[in-house]
């Protein structure tokens, strides 16, 4: 437990040295940093734009007792590599998460998206479905390259940019934390959203604020792979009613996770830890939904 006067990060960061260490995979012309944990059916989790591979922390420790966990820091994330385009798709994530399974000898896995990092999940698992048992989509941020969303994506785009210029990814980090989280969330929850922020690279960055404005989920479908989504019940940044339609726009099931807002892997990790457990079992008796 936590005392009052303890930074709640510490015990976190303490944890995730000791079990969700980083390794750094050398990549033809780059690398990759991975976080893993326990040994099983694979999970692979991809985090969303403003989060990183840490914020898995606590749902990375539940399911490491049945299944090996692997979360990635996007490219220009982290210790990752940057892509090489400026304004890199999503099959561009796509190849380097091929890269990534290679060199790590995953042949299939049960694929999680995370906000902006479902976009890349959707994209490799149309690319590549014989890589994925299964596919989850956590509060899945859809994009706004469909055409019909250009003067949305404009500004979007003007406006993400403009807050990285000028306030910068410390300043970001403190004001748009809380936006992450329900209005319920305990300090431990913010704090941790806090951090991971925090450590964002500006190139990285910037190059998911294209992905995100210049692509669109439903582009990478129909998907040969069965797929749910869940959405966080308090989730104001990709709303429950947004997640419902695009859950009902690929044709799979959808629920709420209780108690949590957008990032829901941090919120309520055991909640999410129990639906990505079940979905590890679905994969493995070749269950549809």
């Given at each position: 437990?936590l005392?009052?006067?303890?930074?709640?990060?510490?015990?976190?960061?303490?944890?995730?040295?000791?079990?969700?260490?980083?390794?750094?995979?050398?990549?033809?012309?780059?690398?990759?940093?991975?976080?893993?944990?326990?040994d099983?059916?694979?999970?692979?989790?991809?985090?969303?734009?403003?989060?990183?591979?840490a914020?898995?922390?606590?749902v990375?420790?539940?399911?490491?007792?049945?299944?090996?966990?692997?979360?990635?820091?996007?490219?220009?994330?982290?210790?990752?590599?940057?892509?090489?385009?400026?304004?890199?798709?999503?099959?561009?994530?796509?190849?380097?998460?091929?890269?990534?399974?290679?060199?790590?000898?995953?042949?299939r896995?049960?694929?999680v998206?995370?906000?902006?990092?479902?976009?890349?999940?959707?994209?490799?698992?149309?690319?590549?479905?014989?890589?994925?048992?299964?596919?989850?989509?956590?509060?899945?941020?859809?994009?706004?390259?469909?055409?019909?969303?250009?003067?949305?994506?404009?500004?979007?785009?003007?406006?993400?940019?403009?807050?990285?210029?000028?306030?910068?990814i410390?300043?970001?980090?403190?004001?748009?934390?809380?936006?992450?989280?329900?209005t319920?969330?305990?300090?431990?929850?913010?704090?941790?959203?806090?951090w991971?922020?925090?450590?964002?690279?500006?190139?990285?960055?910037?190059?998911?604020?294209?992905?995100?404005?210049?692509?669109?989920?439903?582009?990478?479908?129909?998907?040969?792979?069965?797929?749910?989504?869940?959405?966080?019940?308090?989730?104001?940044?990709?709303?429950?009613?947004?997640?419902?339609?695009?859950a009902?726009?690929?044709?799979?099931?959808?629920?709420?996770?209780?108690?949590?807002?957008?990032?829901?892997?941090?919120?309520?990790?055991?909640?999410?830890?129990?639906?990505?457990?079940?979905?590890?079992?679905?994969?493995?008796t070749?269950?549809?939904?």
């Open positions: 437990m005392n009052a006067t303890e930074n709640p990060t510490v015990a976190l960061q303490g944890l995730l040295d000791s079990r969700f260490a980083q390794r750094t995979l050398k990549l033809d012309g780059c690398q990759q940093a991975v976080r893993e944990a326990g099983g059916p694979v999970i692979v989790l991809l985090h969303g734009i403003g989060s990183g591979a914020s898995w922390l606590e990375a420790l539940q399911l490491s007792q049945g299944a090996r966990v692997i979360a990635w820091d996007a490219p220009g994330y982290g210790d990752s590599t940057p892509l090489a385009p400026a304004a890199p798709t999503a099959e561009d994530y796509a190849a380097r998460l091929l890269q990534t399974l290679d060199a790590l000898n995953i042949e896995c049960v694929l998206g995370h906000s902006l990092g479902a976009i890349t999940a959707a994209a490799f698992s149309q690319l590549y479905p014989q890589r994925v048992n299964r596919l989850v989509l956590l509060s899945p941020a859809r994009g706004y390259g469909d055409p019909a969303r250009e003067t949305q994506r404009l500004q979007v785009r003007a406006k993400r940019l403009h807050s990285l210029e000028t306030l910068g410390p300043a970001m980090a403190e004001q748009r934390s809380s936006h992450m989280l329900s319920r969330a305990s300090a431990k929850a913010l704090a941790w959203v806090r991971n922020m925090a450590r964002l690279n500006h190139q990285g960055y910037r190059q998911a604020i294209e992905l995100l404005c210049g692509d669109d989920l439903l582009r990478h479908t129909p998907l040969s792979v069965p797929c749910e989504v869940h959405c966080g019940e308090a989730d104001s940044i990709t709303t429950p009613e947004t997640c419902h339609s695009l009902k726009a690929l044709g799979v099931s959808f629920t709420l996770i209780p108690d949590a807002g957008h990032a829901s892997p941090i919120e309520q990790p055991y909640v999410v830890a129990g639906r990505l457990a079940f979905a590890v079992q679905q994969s493995m070749g269950s549809a939904q």
